[in-house]
């Protein structure tokens, strides 16, 4: 049973700084895609970060390129995401998700509050 656990959310005050994890299991980590999602009150849900199975492809949403980056590591099943200089537009709950042949899963997200 594939799931997704993140954690390090919390309150910060703009141009602050955290790091959000995703815990995978249940599914081969290193063969699927990953992705950062976050929904702001009120908005649909949109894509913050990509990077592949190997880590070799990234992508960033254009709003928090040069501020998040994405990593994973494959042996701990991990994914990350690193947020610096947040700002109060960042305020969302995070998703981690995974695409594994095809099929997609989701974590139960974990909030985050940028305050001015």
């Known amino acids: 049973q594939v799931q997704l656990v993140e954690s390090g959310g919390g309150a910060v005050q703009a141009g602050g700084s955290l790091r959000l994890s995703c815990k995978a299991s249940?599914?081969?980590?290193?063969?699927?895609?990953m992705f950062w999602y976050r929904q702001a009150p009120g908005k649909e849900r949109e894509l913050v970060a990509s990077?592949?199975?190997?880590?070799?492809?990234?992508n960033y949403e254009d709003a928090v390129t040069g501020r998040f980056t994405v990593s994973r590591d494959n042996v701990k099943n991990m994914l990350y995401l690193q947020m610096n200089n947040l700002k109060p537009a960042d305020t969302a709950v995070y998703y981690c998700?995974?695409?594994?042949?095809?099929?997609?899963?989701w974590g139960q997200g974990t909030q985050v509050t940028v305050s001015s």
């Open positions: 998700r995974a695409m594994i042949g095809g099929q997609s899963s």
């Open positions: 990077i592949s199975s190997g880590g070799e492809f990234i």
């Open positions: 249940g599914f081969t980590f290193s063969s699927g895609g």
